[in-house]
């Protein structure tokens, strides 16, 4: 079909934000107030640390500050896969931290299991399903590299089942697919928004205090408590934990390893019956190719749809701007690869299409830290991957703050820092050089250049 027939009545708008349940704003911040804990953001590294810091001591006062309304950036924007790794999938683990990748599975498969039982016990309608994820592989050099981890998997205990062309074919019928893995335990799709909103009511329902449309716009640190100033309103916080994600922070040291590159996504109508039989799907997994430049996908609970991925774009001088959210020229060849991906589909259309930010650094998965005297705690750079490690960054966050040692805190991962990018002008030349390469690499079957190698060797990279 043609991508821009496709496309033709698709809304400009994230597809999860677009939902007559949207709740109303919460107040802005009027007036001084103090509390014990101030937390600011509200996608779901916010919402998770305020969640439980009042679930670890109910008796603690805790602000949320959100700057525009809860859920509206990256965490009700994504594709809604709620992954076990912390470390933007186990071969990236592997790579940086292999003496504690158990560990660090082990915490993962924890906290994804968590994020089940506050679902179920908060009761938020979020439509969670335990599904875990199909990763395909469309080349050879693909499935060569998924096949490569496949001992190390069953040494961890890790739930991964191989599958040749016709059982991949089997779960989810695409002529494109040679072969793929199901990593039956590691993933979970849901509604990213209603999960924002569900998180949201209950904060409140604890006693949050949760104020929408309060941006903090600065922080004073007086030595024993910090200040944090909204436009109409101030708080002053014996702790302060920031999620705040890509933008702007507050505390500048962060600008160095934080850059905003936009993902995009589109969505289709439902699928009738008769077209989901021609394609299967019957264990709704999520599904990712294992290429660099990869497409993710699934199904929602009304069996649309979420198709995304393979552009990730770094506007040059690390430029933010709402238009940027909308790119025809990635949306075309989105439609395009679906309908060659799954022919049977021809004359589906979609209804949304939309972008959004997230905040990549040179480890691909978030770092943590203080300052303040360790008054306050950032984590931050989910570079894609924060649906479910922002829980256990949360988690990081708050023992940071109590002061004490925990097995989160110990981890090499938690206290390392990833390496720097370089400033501009030399940053955008450095990763416009590499997402060419990364391109060229999958186009001559996965050989990377000496560019990639050398980053490769350094650790460093980039992804989305
Ligand atoms: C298109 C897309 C698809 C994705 N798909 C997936 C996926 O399938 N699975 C996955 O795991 N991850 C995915 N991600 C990434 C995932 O959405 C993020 O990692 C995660 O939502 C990050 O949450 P966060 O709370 O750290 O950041 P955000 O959701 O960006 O929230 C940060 C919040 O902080 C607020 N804020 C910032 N500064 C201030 C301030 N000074 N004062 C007050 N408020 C402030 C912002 O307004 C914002 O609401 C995707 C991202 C995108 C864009």
């Not at 199901?182 to 924002?196: E, F, H, T, V």
């Not at 916080?237 to 505390?251: D, I, K, M, S, Y």
């Not at 609970?301 to 025809?328: F, P, S, T």
């Amino acid at each position: 079909m043609d991508p821009l027939k496709a496309l033709a009545d698709a809304e400009r708008t994230p597809y999860w934000l677009d939902n007559p349940a949207r709740p109303e704003p919460l107040p802005r911040l009027v007036g001084h107030t103090a509390a014990d804990l101030v937390v600011v953001g509200g996608g779901f590294s916010g919402l998770w640390t305020a969640l439980m810091a009042k679930e670890r001591d109910p008796s603690r006062e805790v602000v949320l500050l959100e700057g525009r309304r809860i859920g509206w950036a990256a965490s009700g924007r994504n594709g809604g896969f709620c992954l076990a790794t912390l470390t933007h999938g186990l071969a990236n683990g592997l790579e940086r931290w292999p003496d504690e990748i158990d560990r660090i599975e082990r915490m993962g498969a924890r906290n994804l299991d968590e994020i089940e039982r506050t679902i179920r016990r908060h009761g938020i309608d979020c439509s969670f399903e335990r599904t875990g994820e199909l990763i395909v592989a469309t080349e050879q050099w693909q499935l060569d590299a998924l096949h490569e981890h496949l001992d190390i998997v069953g040494e961890l205990g890790l739930d991964h089942v191989p599958l040749d062309r016709a059982q991949v074919r089997a779960q989810l019928d695409s002529p494109t697919y040679l072969g793929g893995v199901w990593d039956r335990g590691g993933c979970a799709m849901l509604d990213p928004a209603r999960l924002a909103w569900g998180l949201r009511d209950a904060c409140v329902r604890l006693g949050v205090r949760v104020h929408e449309r309060s941006p903090v716009r600065a922080l004073d640190d007086d030595g024993t408590a910090i200040t944090l100033r909204t436009p109409h309103g101030s708080v002053t916080g014996a702790r302060v934990a920031l999620g705040t994600g890509v933008f702007p922070p507050l505390l500048r040291r962060l600008k160095h390893y934080l850059v905003p590159v936009y993902d995009y996504a589109l969505m289709t109508e439902p699928l009738s019956d008769a077209q989901l039989a021609e394609i299967g799907w019957r264990n709704r997994q999520g599904v990712a190719d294992g290429a660099n430049q990869f497409h993710y996908y699934r199904l929602t609970d009304d069996n649309r749809i979420l198709w995304g991925g393979y552009d990730a774009v770094y506007y040059n001088g690390g430029l933010v701007k709402r238009e940027y959210e909308q790119r025809d020229e990635t949306f075309v060849k989105l439609a395009g690869h679906f309908f060659e991906t799954f022919p049977q589909l021809d004359g589906l259309r979609f209804t949304h299409r939309w972008g959004g930010l997230i905040d990549t650094c040179s480890r691909f998965s978030a770092f943590y830290g203080q300052a303040h005297g360790g008054r306050l705690a950032y984590a931050v750079g989910y570079t894609g991957n924060g649906v479910g490690a922002t829980r256990f960054g949360a988690n990081v966050m708050l023992d940071l703050l109590s002061g004490e040692r925990t097995e989160r805190t110990e981890l090499r991962m938690v206290r390392e820092k990833p390496v720097p990018f370089p400033p501009e002008p030399v940053r955008s030349g450095v990763i416009q050089f590499t997402r060419w390469s990364i391109a060229r690499a999958d186009e001559r079957q996965g050989k990377r250049n000496l560019w990639l190698r050398t980053l490769d060797r350094m650790g460093l990279g980039f992804d989305s």
